[in-house]
């Protein structure tokens, strides 16, 4: 395929997938691997994974970041840009939309009925993408096991970038001795680390000044999209820490309508920012936290991303990448289990997950189709 008809193909997915991934990170990973391995076989389940471990160990937002990966995959440098864009976009004129509402009228859209019905087909969508990477990522008991111990922390409230740097230095580690007990000899020098050193240190050190300004919001956002790791609830921490606290731009009730609306809509959690900057200035604060906000994934992924193969070339890096794929799918298995607690309320819900879950293993119907189903659903019973 030439680099324009796959650049198109690129921008048409991500479009979609930013219109229709609701349900945080985990959702938008299965909707992914169900459309770039099952349906589209543009990956392997085995490379999905290593992308899904690449992704992890960066800051920033996850599922983004995925799919920039994704993009740099299939269509090179453009596709990065075009992957990554795509699946911002949407998200971005939704919530700018939302945003807008909300300084005229000072309430948020009541969006309840939509997500009563989308949330248990999430579920279902996030089940069935685990199920089938599982298979490419527990490849031996070992792995299995450490895929177990993971969610066992995970449950137990254990930092995520830990359990990730744990499960792929335990590996790598099983596998130094288990090579030195069969003649293997000594290790290969260490790889270099997959985080490349940011030239953006001086800039993101300079905190934004106490008056609101465009040019402040921008560096603020750079910040948080160049060291965050972690939840929504981190980013939460972040915005507050910030935001409310030091410099009173926004009021507790505004950030937490914020992190609402970036929960509720499609694509990135990250668009909160969005929010945020409509809020405070307008279209062209919108604008600019968005940009300050992602920016740092593409760079990170820019950089780390011609790494990835490299790192399955040796055994060391191999290694390390197997543990953190297995260490991922625990992450993700405990958030579904979170979701799936607050989405399966009642009979409707629980039958609205089965029938999905018939429809996408069965039938194979695309998760995207699942989705605007279980919000007509929602609307019409909710």
């Not at 300079?206 to 609830?233: C, M, N, Q, T």
């Not at 009730?253 to 945020?276: E, H, K, N, S, W």
Request: with cysteine.
């Amino acid at each position: 395929m030439s680099q324009a008809g796959a650049l198109r193909e690129l921008a048409l997915l991500f479009l979609r997938l930013g219109t229709t991934a609701f349900g945080g990170p985990a959702a938008h990973i299965a909707m992914m691997e169900d459309e770039v391995v099952r349906r589209r076989k543009w990956l392997t389940r085995e490379e999905f994974l290593d992308l899904l471990g690449a992704a992890n160990l960066i800051p920033g937002p996850n599922s983004t970041e995925l799919a920039i990966h994704i993009g740099h995959r299939r269509a090179g440098w453009s596709g990065l840009v075009v992957a990554g864009a795509c699946f911002i976009l949407p998200a971005f004129l939704i919530v700018s939309v939302i945003g807008w509402v909300y300084t005229r009228f000072g309430q948020l859209p009541r969006v309840g009925h939509v997500l009563y019905g989308v949330k248990p087909v999430i579920i279902s969508v996030v089940l069935q993408a685990i199920w089938g990477l599982t298979r490419g990522a527990a490849k031996t008991k070992l792995l299995a096991a450490v895929g177990v111990a993971c969610v066992a922390l995970g449950f137990l409230g254990v930092n995520e970038l830990l359990l990730l740097v744990l499960a792929g230095g335990f590996v790598t580690l099983w596998r130094l001795v288990a090579r030195r007990r069969e003649g293997g000899g000594t290790a290969p020098p260490a790889v270099k680390a997959l985080l490349p050193g940011l030239p953006l240190g001086g800039l993101v050190a300079a905190a934004a000044a106490p008056g609101f300004s465009l040019g402040g919001l921008f560096l603020f956002f750079l910040k948080v999209g160049s060291i965050l790791y972690g939840s929504g609830y981190v980013l939460l921490a972040f915005l507050r820490a910030d935001l409310v606290e030091r410099w009173g731009w926004l009021t507790e009730a505004q950030l937490l309508d914020a992190v609402a609306v970036g929960q509720v809509t499609p694509g990135p959690v990250f668009t909160t920012a969005t929010f945020i900057g409509y809020v405070l200035g307008g279209a062209p604060g919108a604008v600019v936290a968005t940009v300050g906000i992602f920016l740092p994934a593409f760079f990170f992924v820019a950089v780390s991303g011609p790494l990835v193969p490299r790192m399955r070339r040796s055994w060391v890096a191999g290694a390390f990448l197997d543990g953190v794929n297995v260490a991922s799918l625990a992450l993700m298995a405990t958030v579904t289990w979170q979701l799936g607690r607050a989405a399966l309320v009642d009979v409707w819900t629980v039958g609205l997950a089965l029938l999905s879950a018939v429809l996408l293993i069965r039938y194979r119907v695309n998760s995207a189709w699942l989705v605007l189903g279980g919000a007509l659903v929602g609307l019409l019973v909710g």
